[in-house]
């Protein structure tokens, strides 16, 4: 596709179980990030990733938390034993170029 | 550490009229980018514009241009003849020229008005 792709665009669970989000960067696009956005708040970094390069994982905020790219493409996030403080929209972007990045359209976790 | 600051939570302004949002931001790298989002109510973040610390032109993407003072360390979103498809929440951003992570601003909701 021509853009960022999340899927899912929205997720309900139930406190305690596992999800995974997906995100499909722009082709070729060598960096990919997550953040996540609570209601009504900003922008809080999780992790990137940065072609062959470990990635940075500083700002997980719990070992709940993981993401993994496969051949430099797909990157998964999960989170396991999911919590209500989890709920929030789920952003990922990917860059090429370090005069632009772009942003996918978001995953809508809710944690019930 | 790095710090984007937009001191403005909201503003409104008439449609037609240009409005300028501020951000700053604090940083010892030399080498960097500065960016500006949208996000509707929607929830996409659209990309605006870009300015590199090397630029000596301010940016113009269209309606908007980015008013960059690297002493001040400041990079101002000017957006002329608002819209009403303009009010939106707008976010600054900076990442270093080595492709590492996003610092974001807390945003700035911008109400048009007819």
């Known amino acids: 596709g021509a853009g960022v792709s999340q899927s899912p665009s929205n997720k309900v669970t139930e406190k305690g179980k596992d999800v995974e989000l997906r995100c499909d960067p722009i082709?070729?696009?060598?960096?990919l990030y997550w953040y996540r956005q609570s209601l009504g708040q900003g922008l809080e970094f999780l992790i990137y990733f940065q072609g062959n390069s470990a990635p940075d994982k500083s700002g997980l905020p719990s070992d709940r938390f993981s993401a993994e790219r496969t051949g430099g493409s797909v990157s998964t996030l999960t989170i396991q034993r999911t919590q209500q403080e989890d709920s929030a929209v789920y952003l990922c972007?990917?860059?090429?170029?370090?005069?632009?990045?772009?942003f996918g359209q978001g995953t809508r976790l809710t944690v019930v | 550490a790095q710090k984007i600051t937009q001191t403005q939570p909201g503003m409104f302004v008439q449609e037609k009229e240009a409005v300028t949002l501020d951000c700053t931001y604090d940083?010892?790298?030399?080498?960097?980018?500065l960016f500006w989002y949208k996000q509707p109510s929607s929830g996409e973040m659209i990309f605006l514009i870009y300015q590199g610390s090397y630029d000596e032109q301010n940016a113009t993407e269209g309606r908007y241009s980015l008013n960059f003072q690297k002493a001040r360390k400041s990079a101002n979103l000017v957006i002329s003849a608002s819209q009403l498809g303009d009010s939106a929440m707008y976010f600054c951003?900076?990442?270093?020229?080595?492709?590492?992570?996003?610092?974001f601003g807390s945003g700035t909701k911008l109400n048009v008005k007819p």
């Open positions: 940083t010892s790298d030399q080498s960097y980018g």
């Open positions: 082709s070729g696009h060598t960096a």
């Open positions: 951003a900076m990442r270093k020229d080595d492709f590492n992570k996003f610092y």
């Open positions: 972007a990917s860059s090429l170029s370090l005069t632009e990045a772009f």
